[in-house]
């Protein structure tokens, strides 16, 4: 296979940023008053840490989650690593999330499959592009975050996921999630944050395993898929990171 890395452009990165609605833009607003953004300057971002938010010992598979840090404009950076299906490759990227959607910045894919390797020398030698991308952004780098699972003892909000089902065409005989719609309570009020679609007739359940609070009144939920694995048990769950302000 070849090992090419494939960068995905800048541009992508710009519609990214124009697809934000009115939500997002006072969402942004709320996070330029923080102290936190007011001295920023370009980093020379290490080696993210992994957080873990499924114990090592579920009878499962799924993705690892390392978060790299926020702008003010409202951008979650964090590298993910998906599940290993025993295929004996590496696979990675490097994601900027935000409520609505999520944009790949970097990626090692079937495509560009790797062997023996991890994601420190992934990240060491490819530092100077991971640098350019986080620090075009104005990504700044979060440290010692901590998971916490929902509901929390004292919630000061709290998430759910609506999900629709439908019957499996596969022969399987089971029910599978055609859509999946994150929703967030906060006070008397609820928004919806994202809506999830599925056509693979695999995916067999949504989870909100929790959050983590990323500064002041920005937190991002942290979600699953799960699907049926291609040679059966384990089942394999897929990551996807919902930020959102409070």
């Keep these: 296979?070849?090992?090419?890395?494939?960068?995905?452009?800048?541009?992508?990165?710009?519609?990214?940023?124009?697809?934000?609605?009115?939500?997002?833009?006072?969402?942004?607003?709320s996070l330029n008053r923080g102290s936190f953004f007011s001295d920023y300057k370009p980093a020379d971002f290490g080696i993210p840490k992994q957080l873990s938010y499924l114990s090592e010992s579920e009878v499962v598979l799924f993705d690892k989650f390392y978060p790299v840090g926020i702008s003010a404009s409202?951008?979650?950076?964090?590298?993910?690593?998906?599940?290993?299906?025993?295929?004996?490759?590496?696979?990675?990227?490097?994601?900027?999330?935000?409520?609505?959607?999520?944009?790949?910045?970097?990626?090692?894919?079937?495509?560009?499959?790797?062997?023996?390797?991890?994601?420190?020398?992934?990240?060491?030698?490819?530092?100077?592009?991971?640098?350019?991308?986080?620090?075009?952004?104005?990504?700044v780098p979060l440290t010692n975050l901590k998971f916490e699972k929902l509901?929390?003892?004292?919630?000061?909000?709290?998430?759910?996921?609506?999900?629709?089902?439908?019957?499996?065409?596969?022969?399987?005989?089971?029910?599978?999630?055609?859509?999946?719609?994150?929703?967030?309570?906060?006070?008397e009020s609820e928004k919806q944050l994202r809506v999830l679609k599925f056509n693979d007739e695999m995916t067999v359940n949504v989870k909100i395993h929790g959050y983590i609070k990323l500064q002041d009144n920005f937190y991002a939920l942290i979600v699953t898929d799960e699907r049926i694995g291609y040679e059966g048990p384990p089942n394999v769950h897929t990551l996807h990171v919902v930020p959102f302000t409070l």
């Design 1 to 29: 296979m070849s090992k090419h890395l494939r960068i995905v452009t800048a541009l992508a990165v710009l519609i990214f940023s124009a697809s934000c609605g009115s939500e997002t833009a006072s969402e942004t607003d």
């Design 74 to 139: 409202g951008n979650f950076a964090y590298v993910c690593e998906p599940a290993d299906e025993a295929t004996g490759y590496y696979f990675m990227q490097l994601q900027f999330a935000q409520t609505n959607e999520e944009i790949t910045v970097f990626k090692i894919d079937e495509t560009d499959a790797l062997e023996n390797t991890e994601l420190s020398e992934i990240w060491l030698k490819n530092k100077s592009i991971f640098n350019e991308n986080l620090n075009k952004e104005k990504i």
């Design 151 to 187: 509901p929390a003892r004292n919630p000061n909000f709290d998430a759910r996921a609506d999900i629709s089902y439908a019957s499996s065409k596969s022969g399987l005989g089971i029910q599978v999630v055609q859509k999946a719609t994150i929703m967030l309570a906060h006070k």
